[in-house]
């Protein structure tokens, strides 16, 4: 087996919770009374753009929330949505014990919003473990489509053999398999640690 040379991980999920999924949009419906069913088909229809950075965040609200009066306003969304964000248990710790190893190119691979994603970045000290963020923010693709892998794969230089993709989500994983990369589904972060290391990662 080729030696692992690159660690391309999800966010939310693996590392933090979710961003904007399912429970925590119906925490934000649930904390200012939302008419569900409205919010979450509006939803639906601006997710992508929001994910490949064609909407901005507040642009979102308005569209979704911000489409009638409120008695509240769009600073207090984004604070509420901003602190829904939580380090998950010990996987900021291994990452970070696999940083300071040095052995491999770290970079995260994820779906999420571009203030939202810098708002993860910033709050939780990614930018000490990660050396790139191949965020469908940037990249203009999201996951499971297979050009956002191949984008991370052509930028970082790297061969697919070489490489292990991280992710909480089946789909995603069996895209990123199909190219060629080593996957893990992420459970908890005893068990990523020990799957890495049946992969030859050392640190």
Known sequence: MPKISAVFSDVGGVLLTNGLDHGQRAQLVAKFGLDGADFEGRHQMLSSALDAGQIDLDQ?????????PRTFDKQEVRDF?????????????????IAK????????????SRELNLHR?????????????????????SK??????????????????????????????????????????????PQLE????LLGLEF
Do not use: K
């Not at 991280?166 to 080593?182: K, S, T, V, Y």
């Open 60 to 68: 979102y609200l308005d569209r979704t929330i911000f489409c009638r």
């Open 81 to 97: 949505i901003y602190a829904l964000s939580q380090a998950l248990p010990g996987s900021l710790a291994l990452i970070g014990r």
């Open 101 to 112: 190893a040095g052995r491999v190119f770290l970079a995260t691979l994820n779906n999420e």
């Open 121 to 141: 970045i910033e709050t939780f000290g990614l930018r000490n473990y990660f050396s790139a963020f191949f965020s469908s923010c940037y990249l203009g693709v």
């Open 144 to 189: 499971p489509h297979r050009e956002i892998y191949q984008l991370a794969l052509d930028i970082s230089q790297r061969q697919a053999e070489e490489c292990v993709f991280i992710d909480d989500r089946p789909l995603n994983l069996e895209c990123a398999r199909q190219l060629g990369l080593h996957t893990i589904q992420f459970l908890s972060a």
């Open 194 to 197: 020990n799957d890495l290391r």
